[in-house]
């Protein structure tokens, strides 16, 4: 840039006599602008093709929200979100097309199934703070295709800042 001659002054009046001053600026690589940090897809167009291996790979102990993409399918397993996992947030495509399932018994029983605790038996188990779920259905299959218990549940949370947006819980006991 130049400062041309007499452009500035000092306290006295004196005019200055101006300069040039040429510089480059380092090359440097500019981030690529995410909507989410991580896309789970069953058809291996994301980076996950779990729901498990997105929660599991997400960063712990955050701070603002780690926001996971779902595309549509029907997702089976147990899924657990640890405590030195906050502001986890997961966002389904749509909210019929998304479905967080599995099928796991608690409480007592006399028909000879395993059964589990319910912070091991429900579906979606949220041990986290600050977790936000939209578009999706959590489903314990055991309890809402065969309406049998004694629970059979599809989210169990334990811990406060945990909000929903049009989601839908398919289970037995929720």
Same mark, same amino acid.
């Given at each position: ?12 009046? =004196? ?23 991580? +896309? ?10 779990? +729901? &498990? ?16 993409? &779902?595309? =549509? ?24 097309? +998304?479905?967080?399932?599995? /099928? ?10 395993? +059964?589990?605790?319910? $912070? ?6 949220? /041990? ?12 314990? $299959? ?22 929903? =947006? =049009?989601?839908?819980?398919? $289970?037995?006991?929720?």
């Amino acid at each position: 840039f130049t400062v041309p001659a007499g452009a500035l002054t000092d306290m006295s009046g =004196n005019p200055y006599a101006g300069t040039t001053i040429t510089f480059t600026t380092a090359s440097r690589s500019q981030p690529t602008r995410k909507l989410f940090d991580a +896309v789970v897809a069953k058809d291996g167009s994301g980076d996950y093709t779990s +729901v &498990i291996d997105a929660i599991a790979a997400a960063p712990t102990s955050r701070t603002t929200p780690w926001v996971i993409f &779902i595309k =549509n399918g029907k997702y089976t397993g147990h899924h657990d979100i640890p405590t030195n996992k906050p502001f986890i947030h997961l966002i389904g495509q749509s909210r019929n097309g +998304v479905i967080i399932s599995d /099928n796991r018994l608690s409480g007592a029983n006399n028909i000879g199934a395993t +059964v589990y605790h319910v $912070s091991q038996g429900a579906t979606m188990v949220v /041990n986290s703070r600050d977790c936000y779920f939209e578009n999706i259905i959590f489903e314990n $299959s055991y309890g809402f295709e065969t309406q049998a218990g004694p629970q059979a549940l599809a989210l169990y949370t334990t811990t406060d800042k945990f909000a929903m =947006n =049009n989601c839908y819980l398919r $289970s037995y006991q929720d």
